[in-house]
């Protein structure tokens, strides 16, 4: 096994971040035994509407959510770049920092996997990157040529962290069945999503009166 030390990352809107987000990164992190898992928040996410706040906010409830949580960051890099935030783009960038030694482990949901052919250059992701799967409660199965593409680079974990890039592998975690769109719907209707998101989040989004409108 290499002794360079795997990142995993977790690429989204985080519109806003909430528990999910977070149980799923610390999921992979001690499944994994990594150091850090970082997330990234999107500027645009390619496949979805803007964002509902702005990325400035977005990137603070992300730091506050994470500040007291060992072995989870913040990589804000693609809210410095203009135009949607394509994920090989990110990758592209980070092999270049970290060298070509370093494994890459990009973290996913099962419900990100039938949208994957519509993503730019998916199949150029394995060059680049690992990809760890986290199931999601009610997927829909992803077309053949995914699952097909998704097996024939299927690893175990010993060569998921010996190797730079190229495997996959899917975590059987227990995954809470959140989603932001649902947090912002309980926002906009004055309902109160307590405990489906860290309370500094929520005291940033009371105190700064985010999502509070008819529009989710």
């Not at 990157?129 to 097996?151: E, F, K, M, N, Y």
């Amino acid at each position: 096994m290499t002794d360079v030390q795997a990142l995993g990352l977790l690429g989204g809107a985080f519109d806003p971040v909430h528990i999910g987000h977070l149980r799923g990164a610390i999921a992979v992190r001690e499944h994994l035994g990594l150091e850090r898992v970082d997330f990234l928040p999107a500027a645009q996410s390619p496949l979805k509407d803007a964002a509902t706040v702005a990325a400035a906010d977005r990137l603070a409830m992300l730091e506050a959510a994470v500040q007291d949580q060992p072995g989870l960051g913040v990589d804000a890099r693609e809210l410095g770049r203009e135009g949607p935030s394509y994920t090989v783009d990110t990758l592209i960038e980070l092999r270049r920092e970290v060298g070509q030694a370093r494994p890459l482990i990009w973290i996913v949901g099962t419900d990100i996997l039938p949208a994957l052919p519509k993503w730019s250059r998916w199949q150029q992701l394995l060059e680049l990157a690992h990809l760890v799967i986290l199931a999601r409660p009610g997927a829909d199965s992803p077309p053949p040529a995914v699952t097909q593409w998704l097996d024939q680079h299927r690893i175990d974990q010993n060569a998921l962290l010996a190797l730079p890039a190229g495997g996959v592998m899917t975590l059987d975690q227990p995954v809470l069945d959140i989603a932001s769109s649902d947090i912002r719907a309980l926002l906009a209707a004055g309902r109160d999503p307590r405990f489906l998101l860290p309370d500094v989040v929520m005291e940033y989004i009371e105190h700064h009166k985010l999502f509070m409108c008819d529009t989710v």
